[in-house]
T-cell receptor, first 112, second 116 residues
Framework: QQQVKQSPQSLIVQKGGISIINCAYE??????FPWYQQFPGKGPALLIA?????SEKKEGRFTISFNKSAKQFSLHIMDSQPGDSATYFC???????????FGTGTRLTIIP | GAVVSQHPSWVICKSGTSVKIECRSL??????MFWYRQFPKQSLMLMAT?????????EQGVEKDKFLINHASLTLSTLTVTSAHPEDSSFYIC????????????FGPGTRLTVL
């Protein structure tokens, strides 16, 4: 069964700190790994995505680290801000199949 | 670019009535659209995948006669919840992708359905 396991379920980080969310997958055919940010009552928004030909991708304060051998990838939010408080979902899909397999989500709260 | 809209953003209906939700890609051709359902504090559950001009493919356990999906053009897909019941109350979200998008899905803002 294609699964993406996400942890932690919830996370509280102090303003200015680093938020780290982890995901692990089983299907080695996956080759696209996006992260989505969702605010309450809104649809998910694509935050950043990575493909397995690189081990890291950085966009502003957001970085994806990818470990192909361990079948794990993580999202790092540097200098976390209260506006980053949201639910984050990792996902995965593979060539020839555009369906996304989502993680269970992480509710991130940034406290002052 | 890559904007997806949904209409309505929320709807309240009586049990037994049908509700139609529209999903539009505003600035790209959406050859494939997806419909998701999300319960409070849970992840997105894929209901069906629709390709322009062909029948939708439903996920296991999703009643195709209850959730009618039409993808008649490259910019519009509709989800009709037929004979809605309170248990159909949920947050419905569509997403779209198209040529050159390399598996990227762009999500709409969602529609909150409440069935009384």
């Amino acid at each position: 069964q294609q699964q993406v396991k996400q942890s932690p379920q919830s996370l509280i980080v102090q303003k200015g700190g680093i938020s780290i969310i982890n995901c692990a997958y089983e299907n080695t055919a996956f080759d696209y790994f996006p992260w989505y940010q969702q605010f309450p009552g809104k649809g998910p928004a694509l935050l950043i995505a990575i493909r397995p030909d690189v081990s890291e991708k950085k966009e502003g304060r957001f970085t994806i680290s990818f470990n192909k051998s361990a079948k794990q990838f993580s999202l790092h939010i540097m200098d976390s801000q209260p506006g980053d408080s949201a639910t984050y979902f990792c996902a995965a899909s593979r060539v020839g199949n555009e369906k996304l397999t989502f993680g269970t989500g992480t509710r991130l709260t940034i406290i002052p | 670019g890559a904007v997806v809209s949904q209409h309505p953003s929320w709807v309240i209906c009586k049990s037994g009535t049908s509700v139609k939700i529209e999903c539009r890609s505003l600035d790209f051709q959406a050859t494939t659209m997806f419909w998701y359902r999300q319960f409070p504090k849970q992840s997105l559950m894929l209901m069906a995948t629709s390709n322009e001009g062909s029948k939708a493919t439903y996920e296991q356990g999703v009643e195709k006669d209850k959730f009618l999906i039409n993808h008649a053009s490259l910019t519009l897909s509709t989800l009709t919840v037929t004979s809605a019941h309170p248990e159909d109350s949920s947050f419905y979200i569509c997403s779209a992708t198209g040529p050159g998008r390399y598996n990227e899905q762009f999500f709409g803002p969602g529609t909150r359905l409440t069935v009384l």
